[in-house]
């Protein structure tokens, strides 16, 4: 079983900028692909993010590359969303979350992804 511990959420004006982190229980942190994913009011759950094990490939939702980095430190378990230039559209909950196996053509998929974090709220104002 892999906990998940998002933090770094709260109330920005637009053009500014936050970053998230997630802690990660899991003993082989390694070995987890691990992604970020966002739910805005009334929308369905999307992909934002995602990191391979190592750390050596990363991948973006179109709507966000280029505002958003994503890294991890597999010495500390976590892993980080960098957002800048955020806009109102960027308001949801963020959730942090580890799948098990690398499949790069499927890691945009939330099913693939076997834990999550509660989530943290990210609020762009204008």
């Known amino acids: 079983q892999v906990q998940l511990v998002e933090s770094g959420g709260g109330l920005v004006q637009a053009g500014g900028s936050l970053s998230l982190s997630c802690a990660a229980s899991a003993r082989t942190f390694s070995s987890y692909v691990m992604g970020w994913f966002r739910q805005g009011p009334g929308k369905e759950r999307e992909f934002v993010a995602a990191i391979n094990p190592n750390g050596g490939r990363t991948y973006y939702a179109g709507s966000v590359k280029g505002r958003f980095t994503i890294s991890r430190d597999n010495a500390k378990n976590t892993v980080s969303l960098q957002m800048k230039s955020l806009e109102p559209e960027d308001t949801a909950v963020y959730y942090c979350?580890?799948?098990?196996?690398?499949?790069?053509?499927?890691?945009?998929?939330?099913?693939?992804?076997?834990?999550w974090g509660q989530g943290t709220q990210v609020t762009v104002f204008s």
């Open positions: 979350a580890a799948d098990r196996s690398f499949i790069a053509t499927a890691i945009m998929s939330s099913r693939r992804y076997d834990y």
